[in-house]
C-alpha cells in the first residue's frame, strides 16, 4: 500500500505557472512508474505525463513542451511542472503509483494507487 497526497493546486491566470507535488507514504524506488492524469467535468480521465523508476518520461501531445515530470525518490515525491498554462488544461490532477510485485508463485501482481486530486483552474 502507498497513500499519495497532491498538493499545489490552485488559480493561476492563462500563461501562468504551477508546480504540483505528489508525496507518498513511503519510499518510491519500488515503484515502476508514477503518473499524473487529470479529469476535466464532462470528461474521462486521462494521462497528463509519467516517469518510470528508471527516469524515462512520456507526456500527452497537448502538454509537450509546456509540462515537465520529475520524481525525487529521497523525498519520495514526484513533481508537476506545469508552465504556460491554457484554460483548457483546467481539470483535477490525480497522482498515480503503478507498481508491479513479483510474488515468491512467480505470479506477478499489479497494483495502481491515486490520491485525492488537486484542482487546477486556469483563467482566461
Known amino acids: 500500500q502507498v497513500q499519495l497526497v497532491e498538493s499545489g493546486g490552485g488559480l493561476v491566470q492563462t500563461g501562468g505557472s504551477l508546480r504540483l507535488s505528489c508525496a507518498a507514504s513511503?519510499?518510491?524506488?519500488?515503484?515502476?512508474?508514477m503518473g499524473w492524469y487529470r479529469q476535466a467535468p464532462g470528461k474521462q480521465r486521462e494521462l497528463v505525463a509519467r516517469?518510470?523508476?528508471?527516469?524515462?518520461?512520456n507526456y500527452a501531445d497537448s502538454v509537450k513542451g509546456r509540462f515537465i515530470i520529475s520524481r525525487d525518490n529521497a523525498k519520495n515525491t514526484v513533481y508537476l511542472q506545469m508552465n504556460s498554462l491554457k484554460p483548457e488544461d483546467t481539470a483535477v490532477y490525480y497522482c498515480?503509483?503503478?507498481?508491479?510485485?513479483?510474488?515468491?508463485?512467480?505470479?506477478?501482481?499489479?497494483?495502481?494507487?491515486w490520491g485525492q486530486g488537486t484542482q487546477v483552474t486556469v483563467s482566461s
Open positions: 498515480n503509483a503503478h507498481e508491479i510485485v513479483l510474488a515468491v508463485s512467480a505470479r506477478v501482481y499489479e497494483y495502481d494507487y
Open positions: 516517469i518510470t523508476s528508471g527516469g524515462n518520461t
Open positions: 513511503r519510499s518510491i524506488l519500488s515503484i515502476n512508474a
